[in-house]
């Protein structure tokens, strides 16, 4: 089979692989569709929660891996007790949560396997070999949904990023007489507002620097859209807080300003949501968030027990998909689909 490679910083190569053969209570899918998350570019790119600096980062890739961590396929082989373990059968279009956890540690233990330690993702690790390739492994230990024949291939792809968004969503606590503001337009902050919209808040608020992507957040559910480079921000969000600020700021950006950005629109006692994937350390004055506005700061990471709600909405319609998805490529023209 034909794979992509991972052998280092802006080393990925276009090989030929063995088809691998499941073992007990592994799945052999054939990949239909795999999405780029911005954690494969930057990580194409050489960034440091990546691959380390040499000092308080540990690597976190392990090549020689196969990338690859939002897809979708068809099971083709079963290995023993596959089909008991994980309630599937040949032929059916599949999924599987991009994190294959130990079920084991303490912090699957308590429901947080997003946070499982040794933390085995999809794409990054050997033992989770990732989606850009023509098959691929589910271990015994994923966590695997199927999805309703009649979903295109690479709408099922988006699940993983909408259950990422729904997860955002759900740390933020929106309530019906919140004003929320989503900072990021991407395909992780779009799905945030269409999960938003399902919460039914005061007034939700989209923001982008691309006024495209602020036209498809309209047809996600935000009420009102604003382009900061376009408009005093703070301004336009005391018109509608009678000057207090909004209740919950989710960040899907990966942009340091958009951090600080947050920090100055957000209320006192607002809900702060940090669910995007940086390329370096930024900085923020953690002033504001303590002794000014006493904030709540919470770190989203992945999409825990979002999936089957994710699979719905996409099943449902409820994105505009073929808006999102801009792009599709086939497998051998992954560079420039990740450049």
Known sequence: MKAVRVHGIEDYRYEELEVPKPGYGEILVKVSAVGICAGDAKTFAGAERFWGNGSDLLPYVEPIVTPGHEFSGTVVQLGEQADKIH??????????????????????????????????????????QGAMAEFMIFPQKAL????????????AAFI??????????????????????ISGCGPLGLGMVAGARQKQPKVLVALDLCNWKLDIAKECGADIVLNPAECDLKAEIDKLTEGYGCDVYIEATGAG??????????????RFVEFSVFGKEISADWS??????????????????????????????????DK???????????LPAIQ
Not at 148 to 155: D, G, N, S, V
Not at 167 to 181: F, K, P, R, S, T
Request: net charge positive.
């Open 160 to 181: 993983e990023p909408l259950a990422c968004s729904l997860h955002a969503v759900e740390l933020g606590n929106i309530q019906w007489n919140d004003v929320v503001v």
């Open 257 to 270: 300003a958009s951090v600080r950005q947050g920090l100055n629109i957000i209320a006192r006692q607002g």
């Open 288 to 321: 504001i968030i303590g002794d000014t506005k006493e904030l709540t700061i919470r770190g989203g990471h992945l999409g825990p027990n979002c999936w089957p709600k994710a699979i719905s909405m996409v099943k449902d319609n409820l994105l505009p998909l």
């Open 324 to 334: 999102i998805i801009t792009h599709r490529f086939p497998l051998k023209d992954f």
């Open 87 to 128: 309630g599937v059968k040949l032929g059916d279009l599949v999924v599987s949560e991009q994190i294959v956890p130990c079920h084991e540690c303490k912090y699957c233990r308590n429901g947080n396997y997003q946070v499982c330690i040794p933390h085995h993702v999809y794409g990054f690790h050997q033992v989770t």
């Open 144 to 155: 695997v949904h199927v999805v309703p024949k009649q979903t295109p291939a690479h709408h």
